[in-house]
């Protein structure tokens, strides 16, 4: 099937062409004709299937009949009204606006917070009909008095599960009060929990729903791998990894913005090209670390979840959970930056002992075991070698401290050799004699802050290649 005959105008083939695109996704094939039929659309559609084209084509089709070339804002009123849940994800979609309405005389505008709001304000006053907004911002304008919905025929809300995340309910619930009920309304989420349908049942008339894959799945390109490891070690394992692979491009993910920076650092520190991503930073810092990354210049992101959903690369071929999330759905979007469109991509998570549970509620939501691949000199210690070690790896440890019960910090934390054969009997296998590699040699003599750190082997060599199951 081609774009020409889902029915889109010639401007928009135009711009798709342009794009160098030639078969719609499935998605985009289900969506578009449903969307310009005018019928409400509840979609399901996993990150990196074409989604935000499947609503965008259709979406400035419908607006195409408003196209002029007047400067009078009162020309161009705001018609349509997308929410997205990160600064990232509304200027991806901003983006995609622009880029596929290049050939139609349409305005947009992207608001978010973390900038100042005046040059939001001046754009809204020369008029745009489409608003591509994150929902606290767009609330601090509608209290300025500077947007107005009367007009509005098409609201999107993208990424809905996200928003459930975030805590933006509420919000979203202040905003559809303010719009007119005479609207087409199009929902779009990852994941369906009771309250996206909740949140679905009052936001749409009638909906069609459109799901291209099963719910809480991931993309079949995605090839997925393990490697056991103790959390002390994990920094010098990652490390290791990066330099065997000098010409990959990789995200990693942790958990906190501490984290974050600690572990840039750490690897700008051992000659590897990477910077940091998280939400203490300046959105011109934020925007300004993507644009390099996305263009090349920055070979290794570092990121908390606030990229999760907003990162748009093409053919990014690695993602690393150097910390594994704490909800299974988010390892759905996190992995979801590789693999996109087609395109073969790797997932690796260094998983410690202590999060073994986390991995065990990823893979009862995705329905499969992920293979584990121990690299030799980095497993994890087993019982009888785990004295002498463990003030060692804990003094290297990048990342966040480890979690513990509440029991667990009421009374003094058990020693390793005590707690492996639990952490064992329930996966890792750490039965065998245990013989340090030369690499482990050199990281038990080697101060790791100071001196970079150096493999002896390549990985191909250690792990017989990274991408086989």
Known sequence: MSFAELGLIPELLQ????????????????????????????GGAQTGTGKTAGF???????????????????????????????????????????GYGCHLNLRAVCIYGGVDMNAQIQELRRGAEIVIATPGRLLDHVQQKTVHFSQVEVLVLDEADRMLD???????????????????SLLFSATFSEEIRKLADRMLKNPKLIEVARRNTVSETITHIVHPVSAGMKRNLLAFLLRNQPDMQVLVFVDTKIGCSRLSHFLTRNDVSADAIHGD????????????????RLRVLVATDVAARG????????????????????????????GRAGNKGRAVSLVSPEEKHWLAEIQKLIKFDIPLEPVPGFEPETPEHAHG??????????GRPSTSSKAAKRTPRPSRAAATPKIAADGFDFSKPYEPSSAKAILQTTPHDRTPFKPQRPLAALLGGLGKK
């Open 166 to 184: 975030m805590g933006f309910i509420p919000d979203i619930r202040r905003i559809l009060e303010l719009l007119p009920t005479q609207r087409q």
């Open 15 to 42: 711009a798709v062409a342009d794009a160098g695109y030639t078969e719609p996704t499935p998605i985009q094939q289900q969506a578009i004709p449903v969307i310009l039929s005018g019928l409400d659309v509840m």
């Open 281 to 296: 930073k300046t959105q011109q810092q934020r925007t300004e670390t993507l644009d390099a990354f996305k263009e090349g």
């Open 389 to 398: 070690h463990g003030r060692h790896h804990a003094e290297t440890h990048a």
């Open 56 to 98: 965008t084509l259709p979406l400035l089709q419908r607006l195409a009949r408003h196209a002029n070339t007047s400067a009078s804002p009162a020309r161009h009123p705001v018609r349509a009204l997308i929410l997205a849940p990160t600064r990232e994800l509304a200027m991806q979609v901003f983006e995609s606006v622009a």
């Open 311 to 338: 990162l748009d690369i093409d053919d990014l071929p690695c993602v690393i959970n150097y910390e594994l999330p704490h909800t299974a759905e988010d390892y759905i979007h996190r992995i979801g930056r590789t």
